[in-house]
């Protein structure tokens, strides 16, 4: 039982190229999540997909986009890299829709450095 | 305004101590409430949710709950080095979907 898989793990970009951030989850969780996590900064919230077929902005969206393909899989896209953009990023999947978020589970997060 | 707010710390407690870490929110209408703790280089997991006010017990930790001061707290009693981590505070919200918010994380170093 894999849970949350991100892909890749590790990525170095330069300014103004495009990257998408692969993450797919095998719990049949409705809601999922993409989260950057900066030091000192907490985890913020980019986008998230409270269920398939409907995707919200959060926190701090600027600059990316997202797309939920299916049940299993929510793609985060940065269509022109910059280094503000670099950061850890998190995946995030949890039941969701009526009872709320619950508890969220976690892949092993993407290193993205931006040059 | 920062939705979820936390000390950052760090707060160092020695072993066998009980550490305290605190976070307020902003949403009035939040109904739920996680306490997640992250190790160096790792995931964020959960160890402890609260809905109502109170106190809720499991082990060792006690998530305490004050809507009316938009409070809560998880308190870490006998405190072990390998409780050294970042603990971070995340609130359920609403905007269109139930999302999570977090706070900035507080560390934590137990000195052995």
């Known amino acids: 039982n894999a849970g949350v898989t991100q892909t890749p793990k590790f990525q170095v970009l330069k300014t103004g190229q495009s990257m998408t951030l692969q993450c797919a989850q095998d719990?049949?969780?409705?809601?999922m999540y993409w989260y950057r996590q900066d030091p000192g900064m907490g985890l913020r919230l980019i986008y998230y997909s409270a269920s398939e077929g409907t995707t919200d902005k959060g926190e701090v969206p600027n600059g990316y986009n997202v797309s939920r393909l299916n049940k299993r899989e929510f793609s985060l896209r940065l269509e022109s890299a910059a280094p503000s953009q670099t950061s850890v990023y998190f995946c995030a999947s949890s039941e969701g829709v009526s009872r709320g978020t619950g508890e969220l589970f976690f892949g092993e997060g993407s290193r993205l450095t931006v040059l | 305004q920062k939705e979820v707010e936390q000390n950052s710390g760090p707060l160092s407690v020695p072993e066998g101590a009980i550490a305290s870490l605190n976070c307020t929110y902003s949403d009035r209408g939040s109904q739920s409430f996680f306490w997640y703790r992250q190790y160096s280089g790792k995931s964020p997991e959960l160890i402890m949710f609260?809905?109502s006010n109170g106190d809720k017990e499991d082990g060792r930790f006690t998530a305490q709950l004050n809507k009316a001061s938009q409070y809560v707290s998880l308190l870490i009693r006998d405190s072990q080095p390998s409780d050294s981590a970042t603990y971070l505070c995340?609130?359920?919200?609403w905007g269109g979907g139930f999302k999570t918010i977090f706070g900035a994380g507080t560390r934590l170093f137990v000195k052995a």
């Open positions: 719990m049949n969780h409705n809601s």
């Open positions: 609260i809905y």
């Open positions: 995340a609130v359920e919200a």
